[in-house]
Every structure is written in C-alpha cells, then in structure tokens.
C-alpha cells in the first residue's frame, strides 16, 4: 500500500510563502499522476496543481503564477507563494497508479492577518 505523509502547512500573513511536501513511500515514476488538491472550510475539495505521465503540470486558475508543483526522488512540493486569504484549506497530495488512488493525511494552511 502507498503511503503519503505531508508536511509544511501552517500559519502565514497574506502575501506569504509557504512550501508543502509530500513524501511518497514509493518511487514516482512518469506513469504516476501526483496532485494536490484542497477543501476550504465549509466547501467541497478542489484541484490545486497536477502532474501528468508526460512531464506536464496544471495549475487551477485561481493559483496560475503563484503555486508550483515540482518533484524531487520520491517528494512532491508545492511552492506557494503570494498567499491570500482564500487559499486558506486543509490541503491533500495526491497518487494516481493505474486504477488505484492515494491519499495524503492533508495539512492545514491558514492565510489571516
């Protein structure tokens, strides 16, 4: 079974930086999709930023030009940066392989002043 442990929330002012991480307990490779997504309070869980088996990456619009999903070995990151109150949610990581789905734990981001 995959496992996926994240860390890195917490915290911050609007404006802010904050830099997730997603340590897999397998070796990612081009067939895996890695994702994060996020619930925001009160709201249903939505797509953040994703990779693809051909070595592209997606951003919802609200995040386009301010997070960044990247993979290094076996840890996915995202940089977010610019940070606004509505980015506050608990945020997922995410593997697809083949049919099976994985899930991180999620962390807590807070945006406020």
């Known amino acids: 079974q995959v496992q996926l442990v994240e860390s890195g929330g917490g915290l911050v002012q609007p404006g802010g930086s904050l830099r997730l991480s997603c340590t897999v307990s397998?070796?990612?490779?081009?067939?895996?999709?890695m994702a994060w997504y996020r619930r925001p309070p009160g709201k249903q869980r939505e797509l953040v930023a994703f990779t693809t088996n051909g070595g592209g990456t997606g951003y919802a619009d609200s995040v386009k030009g301010r997070f960044t999903i990247d993979i290094a070995k076996n840890t996915v990151y995202l940089q977010m940066n610019s940070l606004k109150p509505e980015d506050t949610a608990v945020y997922y990581c995410n593997l697809k392989s083949g049919r099976d789905d994985y899930w991180g734990q999620g962390t807590q981001v807070t945006v406020s002043s």
């Open positions: 397998e070796t990612i490779f081009r067939s895996h999709i």
